[in-house]
Each structure stands twice: as C-alpha cells, then as structure tokens.
C-alpha cells in the first residue's frame, strides 16, 4: 500500500519506462543549465575606473589595492539598505 510521498510498486518494464521518460528530462535540463552558463559566460564586461575608491575593513581602499595583484575580480552588486536573502 502505497502512502503520501510514498512511490507506488510496479512491475521492472514500468519502472524502467519511467526512469528512461526521466532521463530525457534530466538530460534536457542539463543542456539548458550549460547553455544558461555559456549565455552568462558570454555577457559582455563592464570597465570600471580603476581609481573607484571603496570601503574596506581598515577605511578607503582602491580598486587597484583590492586586485592585490590578480588580473580578474569578481564582484557582488549590492543594493544600498537591501540585504541578501537568507540561504
């Protein structure tokens, strides 16, 4: 007897059927996932000022003096008085 949440019995062919429908789906949602990823890897950039300056822990700081030397850095856009959503 098959409760709430809880999957029906079936016989091999049935299940193997169903798995196989699901697979087509997991496989499409896979491809849309990586075609999302190359949509956002292919936005184009922003050039920033690179005499921006911010707010870090100890005061103002450069954008440059953020880099610290690495040629790329990934920054959150945040909206002032807005907080992230809790994870």
């Known amino acids: 007897?098959?409760?709430p949440g809880v999957p029906v019995v079936a016989d091999r062919a049935t299940w193997q059927a169903e798995l196989d429908a699901l697979r087509v789906r997991e496989?499409?949602?896979t491809r849309e996932g990586d075609a999302i990823a190359a949509a956002r890897r292919r936005l184009p950039m922003v050039e920033v000022d690179s005499a921006l300056?911010?707010?870090g822990p100890?005061?103002?700081?450069?954008?440059?003096e953020v880099f610290e030397g690495r040629r790329?850095?990934?920054?959150?856009?945040?909206?002032?008085?807005?907080?992230?959503?809790?994870?």
């Open 1 to 3: 007897m098959a409760g």
């Open 27 to 29: 496989n499409a949602h």
């Open 53 to 55: 300056s911010l707010t």
């Open 58 to 64: 100890h005061g103002p700081v450069t954008l440059l």
């Open 72 to 87: 790329q850095l990934i920054a959150r856009h945040v909206l002032p008085g807005v907080l992230p959503a809790a994870r």
